[in-house]
């Protein structure tokens, strides 16, 4: 399979070149030359086939011959060797449970599947691989965790200062060996252009290796598409068939994955970006016109993307049909307080304790559902992450009801490992220079 670049699509390039290039020259992103759509016959047979199962097939369709079967099948298993199960709270109301991972964060499927990748594509005697990403909250954790003692590679991860929680920041600054932590005075959107910028500095690329675990990354993005395959095939065991995604968004790749499974025949009748106040896309939908803004803090951290790289995955996806991608997608953002309105109803309701971007993906379902015909679709709401990742945010007589994973306990007491610098690129390419 080969993978052009959005802003060229005679820009193309292999499987192998787009994981370690990362981003274009062009400051593209890459997509797939095709978008290959799957049999109906697995598609409607969804739910005799186990996670990795459904991995293996999707990846195989997407990536060809870039990855024999037999070793794309050890990737799978060593990558995806948790579950994620689909959870009923009330009828129409489903949460996609995302979080069993080691990081306790979806970003798992991606940091996991992508570390994995990397490492059979290195080859013996190559240069270091200096993969870089910025974080606006679970991605740090899960890259950590992901390439943590992955020989020939090493790890530089850039947060916002005092905009991610406590357990969050243990995860990406407590791992040592070949992790690095860099405390960033200012926005995620900072961070981010930081990274960007770094993959188009002619010094930098002649003398490091650059690659980004970002969802700007293809390998990212790919096996985020299994949890959707692998959502509906839990639901077609119920015999559900319309089905409803709401997801929390932040710079977009959870929802340009469910997109990129749409496209290969996943039957979705409808995608819920749900947001903060970082509204970008929900605005853009009521207004038609997409305006990127300087991201605003709030509880719900990792979505707090006020120019969502991903965005243009999504554009170039539906770019001969606009109309059609407006009827797809609808939008909803919510503020602070909405948000914890909604952890409280969640809780007083099901029982049930999500993290603040799972309750706006919770919230947005609902009032999508308020407006339709009664039994019309199945609801599944994303939950992107642990609720004991936000202890902080949590009401003290919910936060009691949440048990605390033993790998979180591990953390505390461990201690904190990182650089503090401004948001200049300067100074970010200075210390990339001198640590080389």
């Given amino acids: 399979m080969k993978f052009y670049s959005t802003n060229n699509t005679s820009h193309q390039v292999t499987f192998k070149e787009a994981v370690f290039n990362s981003m274009p020259q062009d400051k593209g992103l890459y997509m797939p030359a095709s978008i290959p759509r799957l049999d109906d016959k697995f598609i409607n047979n969804l739910d005799n086939y186990t996670l990795p199962e459904i991995a293996f097939h999707v ?3 997407l990536l060809g011959d870039d990855i024999p079967e037999n070793d794309l099948k050890e990737i799978i298993a060593d990558a995806i060797n948790f579950y994620a199960p689909v959870v009923e709270l009330e009828e129409n109301v489903y949460v996609l449970e995302l979080f069993h991972g080691p990081s306790l964060a979806f970003k798992d499927f991606g940091a996991r599947f992508m570390s994995r990748v990397m490492s059979y594509f290195l080859e013996e005697g190559e240069k270091q691989l200096d993969v870089l990403v910025a974080t606006s909250g679970d991605t740090g954790g899960a890259v950590a965790l992901g390439f943590l003692g992955v020989p020939n590679t090493r790890v530089t991860i850039l947060y916002p200062k005092g905009k991610v929680s406590g357990i969050q920041e243990l995860q990406l600054t407590t791992n040592g060996q070949n992790i690095r932590a860099i405390e960033v005075d200012g926005t995620f959107d900072d961070c981010q252009a930081l990274v960007k910028q770094a993959f188009t500095d002619p010094e930098l690329n002649a003398k490091l290796r650059l690659t980004s675990a970002n969802s700007i990354n293809i390998a990212r993005l790919i096996p985020q598409t299994f949890y959707y395959f692998n959502a509906y095939a839990q639901l077609l065991k119920e015999d559900k068939g319309n089905i409803v995604f709401s997801v929390p968004s932040g710079n977009f790749g ?6 990129l499974a749409w496209k290969m025949g996943l039957p979705v009748e409808q995608f819920i970006a749900a947001t903060n106040v970082n509204d970008t896309v929900p605005e853009y939908f009521k207004t038609g016109v997409y305006q990127p803004k300087p991201s605003v803090q709030t509880i719900s951290n990792a979505m707090d993307v006020g120019n969502p790289s991903n965005w243009v995955r999504i554009a170039d ?72 990742k936000f202890p902080d945010v949590l009401p003290d007589h919910i936060a009691k009801a949440v048990v605390i994973p033993e790998e979180v306990k591990g953390l505390h007491g461990k201690v904190k490992q990182a650089t503090h610098m401004g948001a200049s690129f300067e100074e970010f390419k200075s210390y990339l220079l001198k640590r080389n």
């Fill in 317 to 388: 996806m539906f770019k001969d049909d606009e109309a059609k991608l407006k009827r797809l997608i609808t939008g909803f953002s919510y503020d602070d307080a909405e948000t914890l309105a909604a952890i409280e109803k969640i809780s007083s309701s099901y029982k049930y304790v999500v993290c603040p971007h799972t309750a706006i993906a919770w919230q947005a379902l609902k009032d999508w559902q308020q407006d339709q015909p009664t039994g019309k679709a199945s609801g599944i709401f994303l939950s992107t992450a642990h609720p004991c």
């Fill in 59 to 61: 990846a195989k369709n």
């Fill in 254 to 259: 959870n929802l340009g994955a469910g997109l």
